[in-house]
């Protein structure tokens, strides 16, 4: 039982580029979740998903688009990677707790 | 959702009870009170959870108010890997639950 992995763990973009994290859950969890967190500050909710097929907007979705065509995968992509999207983004699932992956450390210069 | 407010950081010693007490006077009726800890370069982790009165459990107790608009998070006798940052989230336990993050408390332990 792995819990929550994402992919990869560490990028480096240049502005303008696009490029998809993947965040995988092997607890069957319906809810998914994906947060960004800048140096010193709280998590902030990007999108997040209730279901299969289903996406929905959180505090800051703008310059992200998601996808959740399997239950246990929930894709978020950059379509034209900007500096102010350098941060860590964490990926989470929730059952009863929320269970939150490693991280992804992306750059944008 | 519910706005909390916590203080930004606190200071204790080793061996010490801390309590981290969370702020969420419009909390709603079905709002849950969560607690998570998050070490630096890892994500959250869940700690405690409750609706109301007093929830316990191996690392820490949950101390919620009959008006429920404050709760408390005691941690005892802190060790110096207690150090991390503490966030207090509330939120309804359905397909609503955004659990939003505020910016938590940095607790200091201190040799």
């Known amino acids: 039982n792995a819990g929550v992995t994402q992919t990869p763990k560490f990028r480096v973009l240049k502005t303008g580029q696009s490029m998809t994290l993947l965040c995988a859950q092997d607890?069957?969890?319906?809810?998914m979740y994906w947060y960004r967190q800048d140096p010193g500050m709280g998590l902030r909710l990007i999108h997040y998903s209730v279901g299969e097929g289903t996406t929905a907007k959180g505090e800051v979705p703008d310059g992200y688009n998601v996808s959740r065509l399997k239950k246990q995968n929930f894709l978020l992509g950059l379509e034209s990677a900007a500096p102010s999207q350098t941060s860590v983004y964490f990926c989470?699932?929730?059952?009863?707790?929320?269970?939150f992956g490693p991280g992804t450390r992306l750059t944008v210069t | 959702l519910a706005k909390t407010t916590q203080p930004i950081s606190m200071d204790s010693y080793e061996g010490q009870e801390v309590n981290i007490t969370c702020s969420h006077n419009?909390?709603?009726?079905?709002?849950?009170i969560t607690w998570y800890q998050q070490f630096p370069s890892q994500g959250p982790r869940f700690i405690i959870q409750?609706?109301?009165t007093k929830v316990t459990n191996e690392v820490a107790s949950l101390f919620i108010p009959a008006d429920r608009k404050s709760s408390t998070l005691s941690l005892p006798r802190v060790s110096l890997s207690d150090t991390a940052v503490y966030y207090c989230l509330v939120g309804r336990m359905d397909s609503s639950y955004k659990l939003i993050f505020g910016s938590g408390t940095r607790l200091l332990v201190r040799p």
């Open positions: 607890m069957n969890h319906e809810y």
């Open positions: 419009n909390i709603a009726t079905n709002d849950y």
């Open positions: 409750g609706y109301k």
């Open positions: 989470a699932s929730w059952e009863d707790e929320q269970y």
